[in-house]
């Protein structure tokens, strides 16, 4: 991999020929037959241990969560929006993932042990930790002794679109909650769902539910949680610059609407946003794409990312879950859809000047890190 961006590789969007449709569409599914091709008999069994897996832990963290509540209310205070936003930043951090996160803020709900509205802010703020990876990747580069700039610059968009448009999305998603305008769209096939899958998972939930406490039940499924999401990843077959087709997907990067399509279709396919966003670090550090070309990218990928969190909402058999991971996808498309409509050239200067700020010297991007790990631990005071 190149050291530095080289922007001479990258013709001037007003100078290149943009692509017709038909080679777009082309040059798309190319990309994608690396996703989906080839399938091999043991892509297929790890995904099978890896559904079931996911399965068994959610059963295991419904019953668990009641078990959390004393340590959650009395001992972290977690009780209002505010702070189940920072721990759910928080627990994000440490679990280096937003997935598990956001299935035990539906587990706490369904539990009685946070209402709706906290719920909510737990997963918007697992979402906003969750973003946290991409930027640790970038570290990492840069300790193999990559450009800074160019290695942080990904990072640093990525928590930044998700901060603005999470932040405008939240705050939305809280009148839309209280005022029930989305509670009516729920899944009629989710009893029939429900029974199919007890008939399997519920004897070996009992079992568990006999020999462990409630709390080792909690931080059991967590585990097992984790190890599924790390399985499905292992599913998709390796994608590699040379073999991806990015060369010509380079040419469509001057399209927001093509790049918001192709992250949230990337993120849908995954089932993974760490995946869909740590793949522009190296893409950024080799020329292909640069960072004011991946901005609706990240805002795709933030919205298909809670497929996860909707299918662990349908498993909750709780109609309420279900509207709150629902309310939070349609809200952040909402505001994503305004900006690239409305204000997007503008929207885009002010986060790269945000990030060239960051940057641009070790101090301030110390200090973008104090905040960014500091902001979560003020909310859980709250």
């Not at 721990?87 to 539906?106: C, D, E, K």
């Not at 190890?227 to 010509?248: N, Q």
């Amino acid at each position: 991999m190149g050291d530095s961006l080289n922007t001479e590789l990258l013709p001037n969007a007003t100078e290149m020929e943009l692509p017709s449709s038909r080679s777009a569409y082309a040059t798309i599914r190319g990309a994608f037959s690396i996703l989906l091709n080839p399938i091999r008999i043991g892509k297929i069994s790890l995904f099978i241990i890896s559904i079931f897996l996911f399965i068994s832990a959610i059963n295991l963290m419904k019953e668990g969560a009641q078990g959390m509540g004393p340590l959650l209310q009395e001992t972290l205070s977690v009780t209002n929006a505010a702070n189940c936003l920072g721990f759910g930043w928080m627990f994000a951090y440490i679990m280096m993932s937003g997935s598990p996160v956001a299935a035990a803020a539906l587990s706490f709900f369904d539990a009685g042990v946070i209402d709706s509205t906290s719920a909510f802010a737990m997963i918007t703020g697992s979402r906003l930790g969750a973003s946290f990876i991409v930027l640790l990747i970038g570290f990492l580069y840069v300790l193999r002794g990559r450009n800074k700039t160019t290695s942080l610059s990904m990072g640093l968009l990525s928590l930044s679109v998700t901060a603005t448009t999470y932040t405008l999305g939240f705050f939305l998603g809280l009148n839309i909650l209280k005022l029930g305008t989305l509670d009516h769209v729920q899944f009629h096939w989710e009893t029939l769902f429900i029974s199919a899958l007890d008939t399997v998972f519920l004897p070996i939930t009992k079992l568990c539910t006999e020999y462990l406490p409630r709390w080792v039940l909690f931080i059991l499924s967590t585990g097992i949680i984790t190890i599924s999401f790390s399985l499905f990843d292992r599913c998709l077959p390796k994608m590699t610059i040379k073999e991806s087709y990015v060369g010509r997907v380079s040419r469509l990067v001057y399209r927001p609407w093509v790049m918001f399509t192709l992250g949230a279709a990337i993120t849908l396919l995954s089932m993974s946003v760490s995946i869909s966003l740590s793949i522009l670090v190296p893409l950024s550090t080799r020329g292909f794409v640069r960072r004011e070309n991946v901005i609706p990218y990240i805002m795709g990928a933030n919205i298909t990312t809670f497929v996860d969190t909707l299918l662990a909402s349908l498993l909750m058999n709780n109609p309420h879950a279900f509207s709150i991971v629902f309310v939070e996808m349609v809200c952040i498309t909402i505001v994503s859809i305004l900006i690239l409509i409305t204000t997007y050239r503008r929207y885009e200067r002010g986060m790269i000047r945000f990030v060239d700020w960051v940057t641009s010297s070790n101090r301030n991007l110390f200090v973008t890190t104090c905040i960014i790990l500091g902001i979560p631990l003020i909310l859980m005071r709250f």
